[in-house]
Structures are given as structure tokens and as C-alpha cells.
């Protein structure tokens, strides 16, 4: 069931006690709230929506923004402040805008975990809703434990007092969220049905539990949290690197989840701050790290001619970067047409290469579906995790080769070091994932930020057009939002950030 299916009335339950001796005969209150199948079902459905605010949009690529991948000329949801180091608990747009964002979700997901128990209904219905709502518990808290480390634990529905908790320990975060995912995962089907498309699965469940084992270090856990996916065998790599992000392919077996999109009721604006906008727009230093077609990278490859540089690239190159004297939306790009870095984003927006914008298409609005978990992501998880538990073994090569297969690229060449393996898993996934937000994420959990993230980023011809600063001391995690330390005293700032 795709998540645009909103039920307004689940979204004014606030769980404020202060109204509950009340019935107003114009909206649902928690006492009038939660007493059918319809409501459980609007509660979830509610919950889902906040996948939109906290995930959706352009929040993926935003956080490449902050890497040496792109480059926000106009500071998009104040990444450009993070890259350049100058972000502080009130003056960066997501960071604030998470915090409250997320709270909302897990607010929503308490309640349904919480009330549906109690409703009459078929239980083989009512379990998978509160699998659900766990999954998305656990989700929105990777959202906060991924940038701010630990935050308030939160289980139990809305109440005011909650507003006051002190901050919990990341582990503690951790737990609570392989504790929902394990929960999900026993719960939740296998596959989803066409019908209820964009609802999460076993896979999706036991996928993210990969990824948070994974940003842990816990190898040996995550490689046979991501085994446990590929041996469901529900996903498969689409054929199409290109196409498996366009609007016909929506749903396809390679997305695990993704945020629900449909005109006219919910879209956003990516086509043209993409493209048009330019506000995404990648470095020559992203440009440099796509290798040849032999397997070898602009320094060391025969096929690398500088005087026609996009000639025996990987194919993944042409499928997420419009370029100089390429085509896109069927007329030749210029170099005035990107203007920031002479390179614009195509992946993540509607339009083709030898087709014309559609006529009557607006510009500013698509409802394209925003990816988030993918199950190349399981693949090259379980390579890392396993090359780091039991070194590259046959399964890591088999593993990783699948994406690189489908990407058009060779296989490695065999007889790898560990040491050699974890630097080519390194490269793979910043190139798989440009633009899907994980980059970001992991430069911080290989501890190597202090470096990647302390480089000037360049346009096409070698100029700096911006010069990044990160701090290893602070900015490993983001400060807690100012808004969220004045309502609450008993929250500490992170170190080496100002209350």
C-alpha cells in the first residue's frame, strides 16, 4: 500500500495527555483513537509519512554534499556549512530539522507498537503492523545514533514528561534497534505483495541490521546479517544501472525500501534542483575516482586519453553524471549549462538522455521514488564485513563481483590482499552509491574523514570551488540542535560544541 494513502485523522494524535478527559466530535482523540483495524492502519500509514521528512527529497544527496562528491554552491539544507566546518547547533538546517523530524517518527511508531495490541483484528494482520512500526522505530533511531551518537530512548507513546529525558548512550541506541529489527524480521513477510508496495519486508528488516552492524564494526554479525538477505533470495540486482532509478522501474527487485512518492499529493523537487539548479553539483575530484573499463583507475590505465577523458569509462559514469558534450534531455551539454562545477546529477532525476523534457512536465515537481536501502548495499556489505572477519575468501570475490558485473565493469583480479581488498570495497562503494548518501557515513566509520573531508573540491578545469574543514575532535558527530538543549535542560552537548 503505497504511504500517500494518508489518513489525516492519525496524524493529530500528539499523545498530550492534557486533552484526554475530552471528546471532540470534529477529530480522534487517544480515547477515541485506536480501537479498529482502520486505525491501526491509518497509525502505521502515519508513521511511514515521516520517512518523507526525515529520509526524502534531497536529504541523500545532501549528505554527499558534504563530501569531496558534490558541491552546494547554495548551501542545501546547510551542508555546505558542515563541509566547511562553520555548522553549529543553530545555524545548520538539517541538523536541526533531524532531530524534530525523527522525534515525529518514533512518536508515531511508539504509539502503534504501543495501542495496536489492544485492538480486535485479525492477529495475522496485526503482527506484521507492529513489525512495522518496529522497523521504522529502529530506522528513525540509525537517523539520530548516526549523527548525534547517543539521544534520548524513547519507547512508550507521546507524553510531555518525555521532553525532559536525559540523553542515553549510543550503545544503548544500538541495542534498542537490533532489538526492533530482530523483532521485525521474525515477524515480517519474506516479500510484499504489489499491493502493498513500499511496505517493508524480512529483507528490509534484516538490511538494516546489516548496515548498523556494519557502521558498529561488528563484522562477523554483519556479514551474517547481509547472508541472511542474499539467502532469502526476494532481491536481485536490476539489469539496468541507470534504469533501476527511473520512474518505470519503480519497485523493482533491487530496492529493498524507498520513500513513497505520487503527484499530486506528495512530490518533491529533485528534477530541478538537480539538474537545472545545479545544487548538487559533482566535483572533478568524484569525476577522477571512476576507473576504466580495464579495471584500472585515470593513473594507471592505457585506456585513459586526457584529450577525450569520458571515452572506456566505467559505465556507471555516464549513468550518473552529465558531462561536457554529452547528451541530456536531447540537446549537447555545454559547459555553461552546469556552471558550478561543469557537471551535473542525473541520477536521482526523471529525464533522459536523447528524449526532450515531456511536454507539460514541471519542472520543479516529481514524484520519483527516493531510494534508501538497495540490495547492491547488501552485497558489497557482506564483502566488507566478511573480507574484515575471514579476509577476501570466494564469497567476498562472488559478492562484490555481482555489482560490478552489473555496473559493465571486471571482475577483481584474484589473489588479493585483505589489505588490497578493503581499499577496492572502499572505491566500489563510493562509486555504486554517488548520490544515495552513504559516502558520507562511511568516511566516518573508516576514520578517515580527518582526511577526505579536509580537501578542496574542484570543477572541471582543476579550479577550487570550495575548501572543506573537518575537525577530528568535534565533528565526528553533529552538535545537538539548539532548539531541542533550551526546551530540555537535562541534555548534553556534544564535546567540543557550544550549548
Same mark, same amino acid.
Given at each position: 500500500m503505497k504511504i500517500y494513502k494518508l489518513i489525516l485523522s492519525a496524524l493529530l494524535l500528539s499523545g498530550c495527555s492534557d486533552y484526554l478527559d475530552v471528546n471532540p466530535t470534529d477529530r480522534f482523540t487517544e480515547a477515541t483513537f485506536w480501537k479498529t483495524e482502520e486505525h491501526a492502519n491509518a497509525g502505521l500509514t502515519a508513521t511511514y509519512s515521516s520517512l518523507m521528512t526525515v529520509f526524502?527529497?534531497?536529504?541523500?544527496?545532501?549528505?554527499?554534499?558534504?563530501?569531496?562528491?558534490? /558541491?552546494?554552491?547554495?548551501?542545501?539544507?546547510?551542508?555546505?556549512?558542515?563541509?566547511?566546518?562553520?555548522?553549529?547547533?543553530?545555524?545548520?538546517? +538539517?541538523?536541526?530539522?533531524?532531530?524534530?523530524?525523527?522525534?515525529?517518527?518514533?512518536?508515531?511508531?511508539? %504509539?502503534?507498537?504501543?495501542?495496536?495490541?489492544?485492538i480486535v483484528m485479525d492477529e495475522t494482520r496485526k503482527k506484521p503492523v507492529i513489525a512495522e512500526a518496529q522497523f521504522l522505530r529502529a530506522f528513525f533511531y540509525f537517523s539520530l545514533w548516526s549523527v548525534y551518537g547517543g539521544v534520548p530512548l524513547i519507547t512508550d507513546p507521546p507524553v510531555k514528561e518525555q521532553g525532559d529525558l536525559p540523553r542515553n548512550t549510543a550503545e544503548e541506541i544500538e541495542t534498542q534497534m537490533l532489538t526492533d529489527l530482530d523483532a521485525a524480521a521474525a515477524a515480517l513477510p519474506a516479500t510484499v505483495t504489489a499491493a502493498n508496495k513500499g511496505r517493508v519486508s524480512k529483507a528490509t528488516a534484516l538490511a538494516l541490521k546489516a548496515r548498523i552492524l556494519l557502521y558498529g564494526g561488528k563484522w562477523a554479525a554483519a556479514a551474517e546479517a547481509s547472508k541472511a538477505?542474499?539467502?532469502?533470495?526476494?532481491?536481485?540486482?536490476?539489469?539496468?544501472?541507470?534504469?533501476?532509478?527511473?520512474?518505470?522501474?519503480?519497485?523493482?527487485?533491487?530496492?529493498?525500501?524507498?520513500?513513497? /512518492?505520487?503527484?499530486?499529493?506528495?512530490?518533491?523537487?529533485?528534477? +530541478?534542483?538537480?539538474?537545472?539548479?545545479? %545544487?548538487?553539483?559533482?566535483?572533478?575530484?568524484? +569525476?577522477?575516482?571512476?576507473?576504466?573499463?580495464?579495471?584500472?583507475? +585515470?593513473?594507471?590505465?592505457?585506456?585513459?586519453?586526457?584529450?577525450?577523458?569520458?571515452?572506456?569509462?566505467?559505465?556507471?559514469?555516464?549513468?550518473?553524471?552529465?558531462?561536457?558534450? %554529452?547528451?541530456?534531455?536531447?540537446?549537447?551539454?555545454?559547459?555553461?549549462?552546469?556552471?558550478?562545477?561543469?557537471?551535473?546529477?542525473?541520477?536521482?532525476?526523471?529525464?533522459?538522455?536523447?528524449?526532450?523534457?515531456?511536454?507539460?512536465?514541471?519542472?520543479?515537481? %516529481?514524484?520519483?521514488?527516493? !531510494?534508501?536501502?538497495?540490495?547492491?548495499? !547488501?552485497?558489497?556489505? /557482506?564483502?566488507?564485513?566478511?573480507?574484515?572477519?575471514?579476509?577476501?575468501?570466494?564469497? !567476498?570475490?562472488?559478492?562484490?563481483?555481482?555489482?560490478? =558485473?552489473?555496473?559493465?565493469?571486471?571482475?577483481?583480479?584474484?589473489?588479493?590482499?585483505?589489505?588490497?581488498?578493503?581499499?577496492?570495497?572502499?572505491?566500489?562503494?563510493?562509486?555504486?552509491? !554517488?548520490?544515495?548518501?552513504?559516502?558520507?557515513?562511511?568516511?566516518?566509520?573508516?576514520?578517515?574523514?580527518?582526511?577526505?573531508?579536509? =580537501?578542496?573540491?574542484?570543477?572541471?578545469l582543476g579550479k577550487v570551488v570550495d575548501n572543506r574543514s573537518f575537525n577530528p575532535e568535534r565533528d565526528y558527530l553533529w552538535p545537538l540542535p539548539t532548539t531541542a538543549l533550551q526546551t530540555n535542560p537535562n541534555l548534553d552537548q556534544n564535546p567540543n560544541y557550544n550549548r
Open positions: 526524502g527529497g534531497n536529504i541523500t544527496a545532501t549528505f554527499d554534499a558534504i563530501t569531496p562528491n558534490f /558541491y552546494s554552491y547554495d548551501n542545501q539544507a546547510g551542508a555546505g556549512n558542515i563541509a566547511r566546518g562553520i555548522h553549529d547547533a543553530a545555524n545548520t538546517g +538539517i541538523i536541526n530539522n533531524r532531530w524534530g523530524a525523527a522525534y515525529q517518527g518514533i512518536g508515531r511508531a511508539n %504509539s502503534v507498537i504501543a495501542r495496536v495490541p489492544d538477505v542474499i539467502d532469502l533470495k526476494s532481491n536481485a540486482l536490476f539489469p539496468d544501472y541507470r534504469g533501476l532509478f527511473m520512474p518505470e522501474n519503480e519497485g523493482n527487485t533491487e530496492v529493498i525500501l524507498d520513500v513513497q /512518492y505520487k503527484q499530486p499529493e506528495f512530490t518533491h523537487s529533485n528534477d +530541478i534542483q538537480f539538474d537545472q539548479f545545479n %545544487s548538487f553539483a559533482p566535483t572533478q575530484n568524484l +569525476i577522477d575516482e571512476y576507473g576504466l573499463t580495464d579495471g584500472k583507475s +585515470i593513473k594507471d590505465s592505457p585506456l585513459y586519453d586526457p584529450a577525450k577523458p569520458f571515452e572506456n569509462r566505467d559505465p556507471r559514469l555516464k549513468n550518473t553524471i552529465i558531462y561536457i558534450g %554529452s547528451q541530456f534531455k536531447g540537446k549537447p551539454v555545454v559547459a555553461a549549462t552546469y556552471p558550478q562545477t561543469g557537471y551535473g546529477l542525473k541520477k536521482g532525476t526523471t529525464y533522459k538522455d536523447a528524449e526532450a523534457s515531456p511536454a507539460g512536465k514541471v519542472d520543479n515537481i %516529481s514524484d520519483l521514488n527516493v !531510494v534508501l536501502i538497495r540490495y547492491a548495499e !547488501v552485497l558489497l556489505t /557482506y564483502a566488507e564485513a566478511q573480507n574484515e572477519a575471514a579476509g577476501p575468501d570466494a564469497s !567476498v570475490y562472488a559478492a562484490v563481483n555481482q555489482v560490478r =558485473k552489473r555496473a559493465g565493469m571486471p571482475d577483481f583480479p584474484a589473489g588479493l590482499t585483505q589489505a588490497a581488498m578493503r581499499e577496492r570495497l572502499r572505491h566500489e562503494r563510493r562509486i555504486e552509491f !554517488v548520490g544515495e548518501g552513504l559516502y558520507y557515513f562511511d568516511l566516518k566509520r573508516w576514520e578517515t574523514a580527518d582526511v577526505e573531508l579536509n =580537501k578542496e573540491v574542484t570543477n572541471y
